[in-house]
């Protein structure tokens, strides 16, 4: 048996005549660039969320380096980041001029772990960028009291989150169910074709409740134009505009996603029953705060590189989410840290394995998974 990390084929065979579909129509309006579906994709989507406005970007990337610009963030300030996500976390602060400040994670959730965020404050921080990472949701309420207190903005990267819900207790006796990215200041989604709601190809979007953000990303997005005249530009912008026919089949997919999303939870669930007993292989922890998506299914075991091998040879795909915390990327290492400073986010680089994890995944596909790995892992 052979099983893949993701499987996008087979996630788009049943829909495929839905997808042609939009793309002809939009082939046939020829509206490549900010065209009609963009506009609805963007009203649905915010909709989706819980937030009143969306702008849709090239990518998730710039929904985070552009959100930052939008709030005015530039050379001189702070943003306190995880160690522990995609390196795009990070960058977009360093494209804006600004340092990233890295707060270790939360052994448990490999979120940022808040109790570390008011450590890393000084007086030129101005925001935090909490990742919603594997498709669970940071604990969002010590994330937004914090905020509160030092007059942070909250930036939240909702990449790998799409539709994960957030428990808010309000207060004692009352909660608040919230979709992710409707929580901080900004949500910041990527499109990327293999997240939990993917493009055909480099997507984004930013949703917000925040009019005056709104309004900057719109102009930041298109190069700096004006509502009046194609060719006055008011602010140096850039090109960042989602393309039409990727609003078009995202549309389409949006309908999915929360089918899509249950789909994961089953075959998560599934990896957890037949995982429970296995001493030496640490399962994801849900907290009870968030309601998990599961864009990645990842473990944790000692003999970690034996045990990729042992599937490799075993014919299951897997890979290492991820295996160089941020603050030891060559990429960062003007910003100075050095091995020792965040021990929560190394000590889960060296462990951590992602298993194959999508939403048509079948039962003997998970069975078979595990089977080689609890061979190998217990060898
Ligand atoms: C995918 C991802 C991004 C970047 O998205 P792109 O669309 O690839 O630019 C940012 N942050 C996290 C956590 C991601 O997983």
């Given at each position: 048996?052979?099983v893949d ?13 839905e ?13 490549f660039?900010l065209?009609q ?19 849709g970007l090239?990518?998730g ?5 552009l959100s930052?610009?939008?709030?005015g ?5 702070e ?8 390196i795009a ?14 707060a270790?994670?939360d052994?448990?959730t490999y ?11 000084t ?6 960028i909490?990742v919603?990472l ?5 604990d ?7 905020a509160?207190?030092?007059?942070l903005?909250?930036i ?14 309000v207060?004692s006796?009352?909660?608040q169910?919230?979709?992710v990215?409707?929580?901080g200041?900004v949500g910041?989604f ?11 190809g480099?997507?984004?979007m930013v949703?917000?409740?925040d009019?005056?953000?709104y ?6 997005r ?20 989602l393309?039409t ?7 389409v997919?949006?309908k ?11 075959n ?30 990842a473990?944790?075991?000692k003999n970690?590189?034996?045990?990729q091998?042992g599937l490799?040879?075993?014919n299951?795909a ?9 603050h030891?990327?060559k990429?960062h290492k003007?910003l100075?840290?050095?091995p020792?400073?965040?021990?929560a ?7 951590i394995i992602?298993?194959p ?6 039962r003997?596909?998970i069975?078979y ?11």
């Amino acid at each position: 048996m052979k099983v893949d990390f993701v499987d996008l084929k087979r996630q788009h065979k049943k829909i495929e005549p839905e997808i042609e579909k939009a793309f002809k129509s939009a082939l046939k309006r020829g509206d490549f660039i900010l065209g009609q579906e963009v506009k609805l994709f963007e009203n649905e989507f915010a909709r989706y969320c819980g937030s009143k406005f969306g702008i849709g970007l090239n990518s998730g990337t710039d929904a985070l380096f552009l959100s930052l610009l939008a709030m005015g963030i530039g050379p001189g300030d702070e943003v306190i980041v995880p160690p522990f996500t995609f390196i795009a976390t990070a960058n977009c602060v360093s494209y804006t001029g600004a340092k990233p400040v890295f707060a270790d994670i939360d052994p448990a959730t490999y979120n940022i772990d808040c109790s570390k965020i008011e450590k890393a404050i000084t007086s030129r921080t101005k925001a935090v960028i909490p990742v919603h990472l594997f498709g669970q949701c940071a604990d969002m309420d010590p994330i937004m009291r914090i905020a509160g207190r030092h007059g942070l903005k909250v930036i939240e990267d909702a990449c790998q989150a799409h539709g994960a819900l957030y428990k808010s207790h309000v207060t004692s006796h009352t909660s608040q169910v919230k979709k992710v990215g409707s929580i901080g200041d900004v949500g910041c989604f990527s499109f990327y074709p293999t997240k939990n709601l993917g493009g055909f190809g480099d997507g984004g979007m930013v949703v917000t409740n925040d009019e005056k953000i709104y309004r900057k990303l719109l102009l930041l997005r298109d190069c700096g134009r004006g509502p009046k005249d194609r060719y006055e530009h008011l602010v140096v912008g850039y090109n960042s505009r989602l393309d039409t026919i990727q609003a078009a089949g995202l549309r389409v997919k949006l309908k999915y996603l929360d089918l899509w999303n249950k789909m994961r939870k089953y075959n998560a669930g599934l990896y957890d029953k037949l995982l429970e007993g296995s001493e030496n292989i640490i399962r994801p922890f849900s907290a009870d705060y968030s309601e998990h998506v599961y864009h990645v299914y990842a473990v944790r075991l000692k003999n970690r590189d034996e045990v990729q091998a042992g599937l490799k040879a075993g014919n299951v795909a897997t890979a290492i989410n991820y295996s160089i915390p941020l603050h030891l990327q060559k990429a960062h290492k003007g910003l100075g840290y050095r091995p020792g400073d965040f021990p929560a986010a190394e000590k889960v680089c060296r462990e951590i394995i992602s298993l194959p994890m999508h939403p048509m995944l079948s039962r003997k596909e998970i069975e078979y998974t595990v089977k080689v790995l609890k061979k190998t892992a217990e060898a």
